[in-house]
């Protein structure tokens, strides 16, 4: 007899299966959020864009529709070109490149010897005239004195013609004789008539000018020598006017200058302006004096104020060297380009350089005028 053994549960040899979350219980009222959340969605895009387009348009119009700009504008300058205005060789330079020089100071200096010998030469030739005008005024007073010996004469040999024709009558002289004085009394009428030429002839020569009270000769001499003296005193070139000395290469001692030649380039950088060259389709609106803003390639985040100061009287390609001539029958319109001057309301806290780039917005509505 088998003996029993205790019960024991049977192997389950299968997997068990993972156990399911619940479902949450339902409610109506999140069924109602998950129809409602397309529609609020449908007029957020439906309102919602259209205002924002609108918003947009009017912040261009505020911003972009009352002004017109241009990226076409230059920093410009007063430049003044220094030239010698008589030639020699360099002997002193007294500027470097860059420096700032006020009006009046010395640029450099040019070898004045040749012209202090030309003013010793003028000099000479004024006393020279002098010592002329002497010697024709001693030359009317001897003229004066030759005329009374030669009336003098006149007076002898007529009265000794007048005892020859006497004794002519009488027969007690010959021909001959009384030929001879009849002769000597042409004579001595000569010499009064050549003594008084050459009085006349003095008198002329030592005239003076009507206007300068001046005898001619000496007065000539007097400016040619004025004429040494300033050739001298332009040896010295100094600064017509304040500003930067530029393209100073030229200024090397011993270097022969050529009177006419551009020497060195002054930079008025106390003054500057802006060019803006807009299209002619921006000039519509546009004023003299309206408001106007200035940034600048150079200085990132600078921004000056200024205004328009003048619109120019011709577009750029009518001042070109070769303006366009569109008569040829190869025409092709081109927006033309109109030079605007921008002058600065304010100082620019960056130091300005000629022929920065700039750019530049005017603005043309309404009461944009600048100061306002």
Do not use: C
């Amino acid at each position: 007899m088998d003996q029993l053994s205790p019960t024991r549960p049977a192997a389950d040899n299968s997997i068990a299966a993972p156990k399911a979350d619940p479902l949450p219980p339902f409610s109506p009222a999140t069924a109602t959020e998950q129809k409602d959340a397309p529609k609020w969605r449908t007029r957020l895009l439906m309102f919602g864009l259209p205002a924002i387009l609108i918003a947009v348009g009017g912040y261009y119009w505020l911003t972009s529709g009352g002004s017109v700009s241009t990226d076409n504008a230059y920093v410009q300058m007063d430049k003044v070109s220094v030239a010698a205005e008589v030639g020699g060789r360099i002997t002193e330079v007294a500027v470097r490149d860059g420096q700032q020089v006020a009006a009046g100071q010395l640029l450099f200096r040019i070898d004045g010897e040749p012209y202090a010998l030309n003013v010793a030469q003028a000099t000479a030739a004024i006393d020279a005239a002098q010592v002329e005008v002497g010697n024709l005024s001693a030359s009317a007073n001897t003229s004066s004195v030759d005329i009374a010996a030669a009336r003098e004469d006149v007076a002898f040999a007529q009265v000794n013609f007048e005892r020859q024709a006497a004794l002519m009558e009488k027969g007690f002289t010959t021909r001959a004789a009384y030929d001879a004085s009849r002769h000597a009394v042409a004579q001595a009428r000569e010499r009064v008539r050549q003594a008084e030429a050459a009085a006349v002839e003095a008198r002329t020569k030592l005239a003076t000018g009507p206007a300068s009270g001046v005898n001619p000769q000496v007065e000539a001499a007097r400016v040619q020598r004025s004429q040494a003296q300033v050739n001298l005193a332009r040896t010295t070139v100094r600064a017509p006017s304040a500003g930067r000395v530029a393209q100073s290469d030229r200024l090397q001692v011993g270097q022969m200058m050529v009177a006419g030649l551009p020497a060195v380039t002054l930079v008025d950088t106390a003054h500057p302006w802006v060019e803006a060259n807009f299209k002619e389709t921006d000039l519509a609106n546009m004023r003299v004096g309206q408001r106007a803003e200035v940034s600048f390639d150079a200085y990132p985040g600078l921004n000056v104020r200024g205004h328009v100061l003048t619109i120019g009287a011709g577009t750029g390609s009518e001042f070109s060297v070769l303006p366009a001539q569109n008569a040829t029958g190869n025409w092709v319109k081109v927006t033309q380009r109109v030079p605007v001057r921008i002058a600065f309301d304010e100082k620019p806290a960056r130091e300005m350089i000629a022929g920065l780039s700039a750019d530049v917005r005017v603005f043309t509505s309404s009461g944009a005028v600048a100061g306002k």
